[in-house]
């Protein structure tokens, strides 16, 4: 399928990046190739390395790389919390440093489009989540069946912020005995068994109805599901954390989140690393020998414009933080 996707907030991002000729660059999330394609025309000799799981995002970059003859693109299929890594076996090991970083986070239109996996619930699909098929495809079937129903709840609050988390977990559970939930709608099912007639009844079509602050029922178990399948926060602090260490003095990050576990990570990481000591407040004196490593740009985070939610719905949930390496 073609790889569809819209870049969130590319002029403000490239504005935080400043990038510049003969520079070199990281997009940490390649997705549609905007950010990589848009740093790529302006840094001239300079490269940009492009890192995306998903083996349809790496497919479509590297077509738009044939057929617009780039030079100045490497294109890596991995996880960025491999970031290191990556770039030992990209640059043979030669030092090379990075003026800027950037993450678009979250799923790319493409992936909701693709039917063959279960991240949307807009079609009754087998119940896949995974970024990448390395990964193997039954993880999200294996923590719906199998997970005990403290650890589903524990899933859908942490990862999801779901009120009903427990109740959800119950429904789910009594449903896999009877069958295994196989499916998106399955699980929609089972999602819609474990909420309150009356959180349903605001809508005249509970499957389809929205619950809460304007969002699909289903919506906040899936997210936590797929999380939980890509151990999303983990990698994103790992990434985060390779990435101070990687970009070089006066070089910038810049994180495109669109909820707010994610932008919670990247608050506080940002927060610590721009911080001296980060010893317990009541002790007496510093003992952790922590060093700032960044200086925060964005006070506070960026949101789309009017006009960008407009043409691109899924730019109103979006936040940009940015940060400069010291």
């Known amino acids: 399928m073609e790889y569809r996707h819209e870049p969130v907030m590319l002029s403000e991002a490239l504005a935080y990046l400043e990038p510049k000729s003969g520079k070199n660059y990281i997009d940490a999330t390649l997705g549609g190739a905007g950010y990589t394609l848009a740093l790529a025309e ?36 991995d996880n960025f919390a491999n970031i290191e890594k990556i770039i030992e076996e990209k640059f043979k090991r030669r030092k090379i440093k990075f003026s800027g970083i950037v993450f678009d986070l979250g799923l790319s239109s493409a992936q909701l489009a693709d039917r063959s996996r279960g991240f949307s619930f807009a079609a009754d699909t087998p119940l896949l989540m995974n970024f990448s098929s390395a990964q193997g495809g039954e993880l999200t079937e294996r923590i719906v069946n199998r997970e005990k129903e403290t650890e589903l709840a524990r899933i859908f609050r942490e990862f999801g912020e779901e009120k009903f988390a427990w109740p959800i977990a119950k429904s789910i559970a009594r449903r896999r005995k009877e069958k295994p939930i196989r499916s998106t709608g399955a699980l929609v099912a089972a999602i819609e068994g474990g909420l309150p007639k009356g959180y349903l009844k605001k809508s005249s079509s509970p499957r389809h109805s929205r619950g809460g602050a304007g969002i ?35 070089g910038r990050v810049v994180v495109v989140s669109y909820h707010s576990l994610e932008d919670r990570i990247v608050k506080n990481f940002f927060r610590d690393e721009a911080k001296g000591c980060i010893c317990p407040p009541q002790s007496f004196s510093c003992s952790c ?24 719905p899924r730019a109103r949930s979006a936040k940009l933080r940015a940060a400069e390496i010291i």
Do not use: C, M, W, Y
Not at 55 to 75: D, G, P, Q, S, V
Not at 292 to 308: C, D, F, N, Q, Y
């Open 216 to 250: 699909h029922f289903a919506t906040r178990v899936f997210q936590a599901l797929r999380i939980a399948t890509n151990d999303e926060l983990g990698n994103l602090r790992r990434a985060l954390s390779a990435a101070a260490g990687i970009i070089e003095k006066k």
């Open 42 to 77: 302006r840094i001239g000799t300079g490269k940009v390395l492009a890192i995306d799981l998903d083996e349809l995002a790496i497919a479509n970059a590297e077509e738009l790389i044939k057929k617009r003859k780039i030079k100045n693109l490497i294109i890596a299929n």
């Open 289 to 312: 020998g922590h060093e700032p490593r960044l200086r925060i740009i964005t006070k506070k985070p960026l949101v789309a414009s009017a006009g960008e939610i407009a043409r691109n």
